[in-house]
């Protein structure tokens, strides 16, 4: 089977930001907003050390490590970076995935000599833009990314599936993409608290408590067995805005003030990708985390921001969140496949 590389940048917005701030080299720095309900956006690896990680809230952060750096993020420069660094990627190997700013799959089937072609991009890289990856190779995708996280910074790791079993046989199965925190807890419900445990148990167990589909797949992922193939180009299926406010909003024209814009920030980028949908949703978090979206089709696709803003408003005043609000999310799906019609963004809607 031809081998398959998951190439992901170390600490990236960390990285970014050390580059831009060498001050703060060998520093605990973490990334992000400083609001009250702020969460951890990433750390550097002198942050990880304290148990600082992603997603986190920042208040946490803070007290686990109290003398770190906080930086806002930048998403343009991180943008910037990541165009650089995929850039390099895409001359060392033709068929490319990426699947997110900071990492990419590449298929490695026409080189001749994999290794080392990796780790002459792996130095491009650094030598060209100051940032460090880790390099996963395996026979699939899943056992390429799992193979990149397993030494980091700086990893280089190559793994057959067999291989993987047995070097991380001992380990959760929330190691493998795909197998979550509440899955790990039915899971350990069951008994099952290893890849081994749930690489060998009798599937009709797994069928019984996950499904047909979903218990098989859980096996599937902890022998390693996965894909090789890539898909090079990834469409978004919808597009979405939304925000977490430092505090609890119950008066609803703020709400509606805001969904205004967050569809325009939408709408904005809708039109420079020149899309249109015809599905319209919001997301409402309470302020007790019971979450819920509604959703209208309208009759013909748009990126018009009146119009998004117009269905959205009338959603959230149906649904009258009977709390006070601490997210709140715009999205727009059902995109077309042919040109749109030049007056699709004149529809106008009854109030």
Excluded at 30 to 37: A, F, K, L
Excluded at 195 to 222: E, T, Y
Aim: proline share 6%.
């Amino acid at each position: 089977m031809a081998p398959i590389a998951h190439l992901d940048i170390d600490a990236f917005y960390a990285s970014v930001e050390l580059l831009r701030r060498p001050e703060l080299r060998g520093l605990p720095v973490i990334v992000s907003g400083s609001g009250p309900r702020a969460v951890v956006t990433t750390a550097s690896y002198e942050a990880r050390r304290f148990g600082v990680g992603s997603a986190m809230p920042t208040s946490r952060a803070r007290r686990l490590c109290p003398d770190a750096v906080l930086v806002a993020p930048d998403f343009a420069a991180y943008g910037a970076a990541s165009k650089e660094v995929m850039a390099l990627v895409r001359e060392a190997v033709d068929r490319v995935e990426v699947v997110g700013m900071d990492e990419a799959y590449l298929d490695l089937a026409e080189l001749v000599a994999p290794r080392a072609a990796m780790r002459r991009l792996v130095n491009a890289i650094r030598e060209k833009t100051g940032l460090e990856c880790s390099i996963g190779i395996g026979p699939n995708r899943l056992v390429a990314k799992v193979a990149s996280d397993a030494e980091k910074p700086r990893g280089f790791v190559c793994l057959t599936r067999e291989q993987a079993c047995a070097r991380f046989a001992g380990h959760s199965p929330g190691l493998v993409p795909g197998i979550g925190p509440k899955t790990v807890e039915r899971l350990e419900e069951m008994g099952i608290t290893t890849l081994r445990a749930l690489a060998s148990v009798p599937v009709q167990a797994l069928v019984a408590r996950f499904g047909a589909n979903h218990g098989p797949d859980l096996q599937r992922r902890a022998r390693f067995e996965a894909s090789a193939r890539l898909t090079t180009s990834r469409v978004a299926v919808s597009e979405s805005r939304e925000t977490t406010f430092d505090y609890d909003i119950s008066d609803s024209a703020q709400l509606e003030e805001i969904l205004g814009d967050l569809a325009g920030q939408l709408c904005e980028r809708l039109a420079k990708q020149d899309r249109r949908g015809r599905n319209v949703a919001i997301k409402v978090r309470l302020s007790d985390f019971t979450t819920v979206t509604r959703a209208r089709m309208i009759p013909l696709p748009t990126n018009d921001a009146q119009v998004v803003t117009q269905v959205a408003r009338e959603l959230l005043r149906e649904y009258a969140p009977a709390r006070p609000v601490r997210l709140l999310g715009v999205r727009v799906a059902s995109f077309q496949t042919a040109p749109a019609d030049p007056d699709a963004d004149q529809l106008a809607l009854p109030l």
